[in-house]
């Protein structure tokens, strides 16, 4: 709901020793980045023994072997069609030859996860960039694909945006992505955002920022507390720019302050509102139409925010619905508005629309 933790205790306090005993084992959540070390070379084995050392992980993942076999696999595709027997023979010879002189354990790179306390061994990162996208073909050229791996964005908003971020990752997309939301995971954030509830009471930009890294170790992600007035330019142009914004946040007088950056750089905005059971994509091409008004000039005046602050939610709403446009929302949705602070505390989403907007706005 947009909010930080409501609790300030700490439960572990009163455990009795057996769990205290687990509790002092804990992992560290609140780490955003992996550890990457290269196996090759001849700093590859001092590297990995200090990742070690000063991490002792609880547990190592090692199917180097089997991701580089269906590399090879997917790079001679006329072996996909033999039988099983031909497909392992060949592979073993051309795996033979991949390591060389060469211990398996020696290639590709050592990821360490910091807040599953898990050691990973993975391919290279061109190879394994190659491997994770290989199915993407040819719905998307080689080239496309490293136009799209160094698109940077930053999505605004990881409750409706996690599924954004998320989308953009799976489909490789952005390897370099800035995520702004200091707000917690509640319980009743558990229907739209792709998590367990061992990460409630994270942040919602960390917790996001792990599965993109478990997804694409060689990411690059920066994450923002929130947006403000203050650092929406830093967060536009350091310590890189970016080429497009993805805002899914609730706050009307950001949304603008977005799109004003938005425009006066010539970068383009999207934006998914889940409503119900359906969604609007809003596409803002500020690189191509400098001069366009913001929300397509839906909502006259609302650029006057820039300089004076929302009085109350009764004007706070008035933009809202000058944003979404009351026909776009069914019945239902439009008599639950009328129901906030009173029966319910906001208005309601569904995770299966919010998956939705994640998928329209890779798309696009």
């Known amino acids: 709901m947009g909010h930080k933790k409501l609790t300030t205790e700490d439960p572990s306090e009163s455990y009795p020793d057996f769990l205290k005993k687990i509790s002092n084992k804990s992992t560290s959540l609140d780490k955003t980045n992996p550890i990457i070390v290269s196996a090759r070379g001849k700093d590859g084995l001092a590297q990995l023994k200090s990742l070690i050392e000063n991490n002792s992980p609880s547990k190592i993942v090692d199917n180097y072997g089997e ?85 940077e964005v930053a999505c605004f908003g990881m409750s409706v945006g996690s599924a954004s971020a998320l989308a953009l990752a799976i489909t490789g997309i952005s390897r370099k992505m800035k995520l702004i939301d200091g707000a917690t995971i509640s319980g009743s954030n558990l229907n739209r955002i792709l998590t367990g509830v061992e990460d409630v009471g994270r942040d919602k930009a960390t917790v996001i920022s792990n599965k993109i890294f478990e997804m694409n170790p060689y990411s690059t992600i920066k994450t923002y507390d929130k947006v403000t007035a203050q650092n929406i330019g830093e967060i536009f142009d350091k310590p890189w720019p970016i080429k497009m914004a993805i805002d899914e946040i609730d706050d009307i007088e950001m949304k603008v302050r977005i799109r004003a950056e938005a425009r006066e750089r010539r970068i383009p905005v999207l934006m998914a509102t889940e409503i119900g059971d359906t969604i609007i994509l809003d596409v803002e091409r500020y690189d191509l139409e400098p001069e366009r008004p913001l929300f397509h000039g839906r909502v006259p005046g609302i650029e006057l925010l820039l300089d004076k602050k929302i009085e109350d939610y009764r004007e706070w709403t008035k933009h809202a619905v000058g944003i979404i446009d009351p026909s776009n929302m069914s019945i239902k949705m439009q008599e639950s508005v009328l129901k906030i602070g009173t029966t319910i505390v906001t208005h309601p989403q569904l995770g299966s629309t919010v998956m939705m907007t994640g998928g329209v706005i890779a798309f696009a």
């Open 67 to 151: 991701q580089y076999a269906e590399l090879l696999l997917s790079r001679n595709a006329h072996l996909y069609r033999s039988n099983y027997d031909v497909q392992v023979s060949s592979i073993r010879d051309l795996l033979k030859e991949h390591y060389g002189k060469n211990h398996e354990w020696e290639l590709g790179s050592w990821v360490y996860f910091p807040w599953s306390d898990v050691l990973v061994h993975i391919l290279q990162q061109d190879d394994f960039e190659e491997l994770r996208t290989i199915r993407n073909r040819d719905l998307i050229m080689a080239k496309e694909q490293k136009k799209l791996f160094n698109f």
